[in-house]
């Protein structure tokens, strides 16, 4: 069983910056591909980025050369960094923790991108 709690989210200008945070409990975190989901107000949930268990990651178009996750195994924490932000991003922002056939999400952290 893994818990996942997410941080850092907030009201940003479009252009700025924001650092989401998801900490998870549970033992064997460095096993889990990790992945950050958004849903933004009547859509779907979707597939923002993904970070493995060897360190690769993969980035929707809509966020490749502005967003970068990253990971601290040390910490089981797995970060988020979004920069050039735009009103488009603005969504709740999801953990997931990926192991097998489980997966495990975090409450979400809302973030809004003013215009």
């Known amino acids: 069983q893994v818990q996942l709690v997410e941080s850092g989210g907030g009201l940003v200008q479009a252009g700025g910056s924001l650092r989401l945070s998801c900490v998870a409990s549970?033992?064997?975190?460095?096993?889990?591909?990790m992945s950050w989901f958004r849903q933004a107000p009547g859509k779907q949930r979707e597939l923002v980025t993904t970070?493995?268990?060897?360190?690769?990651?993969n980035y929707a178009d809509s966020v490749k050369g502005r967003f970068t996750i990253s990971r601290d195994n040390a910490k089981n924490t797995v970060y988020l960094q979004m920069d050039s932000l735009k009103p488009e991003d603005t969504a709740v922002y999801y953990c997931n923790a990926a192991r097998n056939m489980f997966h495990y999400w975090g409450r979400g952290t809302q973030v809004t991108v003013s215009s």
């Open positions: 970070i493995t268990s060897g360190g690769t990651t």
């Open positions: 549970g033992s064997a975190f460095s096993a889990y591909a």
